[in-house]
């Protein structure tokens, strides 16, 4: 990719995927799309937020259920902006069938986010994470999410 694709993609990204959506909200959804099912008691009652809005007491059993355990955001701290944007790529290289051509170096560029550790880490976890189709919470719906936002505002 040469500097003005990168350019394009960054700006298209930036209003595709905000850096001020009310991402906490969006793990919820995506972590219990039907509404909360407490994992200890069973009880759909909503939860009580703790902590910054990761972690989710039940009412009922007060079992505290995260949004991120067992799932690929666990313990990041790289902003859920970063990740979701680089999901965004990934999900549409794949339905372009272009997945494998993918370089870090452009990733790392597109977003605008200079840890290439971190960077290569999260590009190889979604990477898998997207290949492997019965892993049972799907990332590619941040995609769909984002997509189906924008639709909804344009309306
Ligand atoms: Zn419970």
Redesign the pocket.
């Known amino acids: 990719m040469n500097e003005k694709q990168i350019g394009k993609i960054n700006l298209k990204l930036k209003v595709i995927v905000p850096i001020n959506a009310d991402y906490d909200k969006i793990l919820f959804k995506w972590r219990w799309p039907k509404g909360f099912i407490?994992?200890?008691?069973?009880?759909d009652?909503i939860?009580s937020k703790q902590r910054k809005g990761k972690i989710y007491q039940?009412?009922?059993?007060?079992?505290q259920a995260s949004l991120t355990a067992g799932t690929i955001f666990h313990k990041t701290r790289t902003p859920m902006h970063i990740w979701c944007r680089i999901i965004y790529i990934f999900v549409k290289a794949k339905k372009n069938r272009s997945i494998d051509a993918i370089k870090i170096t452009d990733i790392t560029k597109i977003v605008g986010y200079k840890n290439y550790k971190s960077i290569y880490y999260i590009c190889d976890k979604i990477r898998s994470s997207i290949n492997e189709p019965d892993s049972d919470i799907d990332i590619s719906w941040f995609a769909d999410y984002f997509d189906e936002l924008r639709s909804d505002e344009e309306l």
């Open positions: 407490c994992p200890g008691c069973g009880s009652r939860p039940c009412l009922d059993c007060k079992y």
